[in-house]
């Protein structure tokens, strides 16, 4: 029986494995994995300064301003539709001259070129860059260059004028911009600031979006000059009249994306012009009210210049910034006592 008992005995069980934990205090814990990064949004495309406008490209060149005259003799204008900024100003007698200033595009013609005024330093000295002119009294012409701005001179012999045989002197001096700007010094090499601020598109505009109705803009800026602003949606600009008669240039209609209405101080300086009329001062430096129209809306605004080398800031009554529709741009500079309009 001892025997069987033994034989019929299990063997004792395997002792049961034992896991070692390893020493948590003792492990490297490395920093998180980081988080992926947002991705960055596509750069904004390059826009022309003065006009707000996409391009591939900005080239390196100046702003050339052009004294452009308008009385009737000087009418139809050539490359007067090219430009990207225009500022009408009122000269002795009531009739009109414009400032016109290109940087997006060169014409080889444009005119009739006339003669600088005073007001013209604080219209061009914020773009840093060339004013052309057939010349001008000397103390007007000092005023410019003190202003930073470079002088390019018909009456100086300077390259880029000529006279049409189609034209009675002294309306017909015309010039190449091209040749123009190719006159720059070396500090001009550069594209201009902005001097306005633009939208991105033209429905994005102050006036299209939070104005009101804007489609006519009668402008009498004396008894010898009515400037009309008429809306066109087709081409999305206003269409401009002289006195009644379409405005054109080199055989096309002069139009505009935005038109700028200011109500501006004008004082008489002690000079006076061939036929012994006292020259007007146009006083850009200081402020006051006005109306913008784009898209086919209007608004009214406020105008700012804190000193003659400062861009005229536009802005709306609570102090937010104006934003003009992507495009050319012509201001209307409406003398407080004699000058009005009205806007449908």
Known sequence: MLMLAGCSAEPPEAPAPVTVAPDVSRAKIGPPAPAEPEPSPPPEPPRWPLTGKRTDKVPERPAVAVKIENSPAARPHSGLHRADIVWEQVVEGGITRFVAVYHSSYPDAVGPIRSV????????????????????????????????T?????????????????????????????????????????????????????????ARSDGRRGRVADVRLSRAQRSTWTWNAGDRAYRRSDNGVPSISSGRRVTARNVVLLRMKVTNTSHRDASGAKVPKTELVGSGTGTVLSGGRAVDVEWTKKGRGKPLRLTRPNGDEVLLAPGRTWVELAPRRDGSWSVS
């Open 150 to 206: 470079q002088l390019v001179i018909n009456d100086d012999g300077d390259p880029g004028f000529w006279r049409s045989s189609r034209r009675y002197m002294p309306h017909n001096v015309y010039g190449d911009v091209g040749t123009f700007a190719r006159q720059a010094d070396r500090r001009r090499a550069e594209p201009p600031p902005a001097q306005f601020a633009y939208a991105r598109g033209w429905k994005g505009s102050t």
């Open 117 to 148: 005024r005073p007001m013209d330093p604080a219209t061009v000295a914020p773009m840093d860059g060339i004013l052309a002119a057939s010349g001008g009294i000397p103390a007007f012409l000092r005023a410019v260059e003190r202003s930073g």
